[in-house]
DNA sequence: TGTAATCTTTGCAATATCTTAACGCCGGAA
DNA sequence: TTCCGGCGTTAAGATATTGCAAAGATTACA
């Protein structure tokens, strides 16, 4: 990026705009200002920005107006401004094309972030790295999730089909406490009831298979009020 | 950082205003001074400044309504400086989205660590939202928030959910001061009354799980009149 | 269709946590 | 010095959460 990004601000309160302009133009951007909506419009069609800062609470125009008409014809970035105490516009701003959105008060700090990140978006893709785990050891205690297996003192235990969904849940997150409701929908789905009775009951079950003293667990440990951890894998 | 952070002094009196700007401008920072409210709020806007020292004792707005609004759109960090005699001035500041606070008189040794930990904490703020803090380490005390796991001398602690509520809100915001009266909204919510016994049970708790000597405590100390304060993350 | 295994629900006892209240300590002010 | 406000500490009752056994419902399969 030899040639330093144009930005376009649409901002009718003139502290922040100045601060805004400053912040930028100190970073190297070229930047240019709209104080209404309709300026800002005209502005985005004859600069061509590579990216685009709109306040929602504009004077002449509804924010939304304007995001709308950007979209007719041009997929310019356009991180939209807003007011904390307007927290439901987020989604409807981000539905209508905007691609992040910025809460008052904000740092210089995490404005550059965003624009950093929306002038890059395009070349990131997540990497899903599927390492998959084959197997979690833990003191006497042996899971295999390919063989669909667990051993204890080398001897086969018997788990039924939610018992082991639910260990190797455990098994696979192992150091990290899930809580009750994760480890809810993941075994019975979105639509069960959030009463963990069953949940308690299956692990009581568990731990009277793999522990020595279910009342003093070693392998599955409950986390009052919040979830269940098991031990570490080695 | 290779660029010195610049500072805005917002303090009417001469003498401590020249005795600042001369202390930071040894120590490299680039300083701008206001001796009014208005002048300081224009400036904020047009300058960017890094971090905003602010007298509560101003002669044409009060302190607080400056700080409100800066707030308005801003999250430069602001450390206010204020009198001995107005101590309970303080906690209100910072409960209005002040940062720090330092008490006149102080030493430059002082007010500079003050700056830098502001600084380091508005610059982790950037790096908090691209590659999220999984932990706090300080001394002996370790706190994992993706584990939910709290650790001394590589032992794990036991904390309830209150207790790990309140000590993470203190370690995601190490060194910096927290208000009884936001610790207590934040964890016990709005409707909360404002009586800080439970506050101080379950500090006592958690001072007896991970302190030495709760009497001297090395991770979490009391600032008098204010709230909590969290040693550092390192 | 019958049987055994599995899954789910129910009710209660055991345990952990939360909250309130009372008291002691310390440092600053009178 | 004594008094007083703020904080830490402890203990105990109230509340919430969890473990468990056993009964009922469902499923799988011969």
Redesign the pocket.
């Known amino acids: 990026m030899t040639l330093k990004s144009s930005i376009l601000l649409i901002e009718d309160e003139e502290n922040i705009r100045s601060f805004i302009a400053t912040t930028l133009k100190n970073q190297g951007y070229k930047i240019t200002t709209a104080s209404t909506g309709r300026e800002g419009l005209h502005l985005s069609a004859s600069l061509c920005p590579d990216i685009i800062l709109l306040d929602l609470g504009l004077p002449d125009l509804d924010g939304m107006d304007v995001i709308r008409q950007l979209r007719d014809w041009s997929s310019t970035p356009i991180i939209v401004i807003s007011a904390r105490s307007h927290e439901q516009e987020k989604a409807k701003a981000l539905d209508l094309g905007a691609d992040d959105y910025i809460t008052k008060p904000f740092g210089t700090v995490e404005l550059l972030a965003r624009i950093r990140t929306s002038l890059r978006h395009s070349s990131q893709l997540s990497a899903d790295s599927a390492s998959h785990t084959p197997a979690y050891h833990h003191g006497n205690l042996t899971l295999d999730f390919e063989k669909h297996l667990v051993t204890l003192n080398g001897e086969m235990v ?1 788990l ?4 082991f969904k639910l260990l190797g849940l455990l098994a696979m997150n192992s150091g990290k406490v899930l809580t ?1 409701s994760y480890i809810m929908e993941k075994i ?1 789905g979105p639509y069960i009831d959030n ?4 949940l ?5 079950n568990i ?2 298979k793999i522990e020595e003293n ?2 003093a667990p070693e392998h599955v440990f ?1 986390e ?3 979830g269940y951890r098991m031990a570490e894998s080695d």
């Open positions: 018997h039924t089909q939610i018992e009750y019975w009463n963990n009775q069953i308690r009951v299956n692990m009581a731990r009277r279910p009342a409950t009052i009020g919040i």
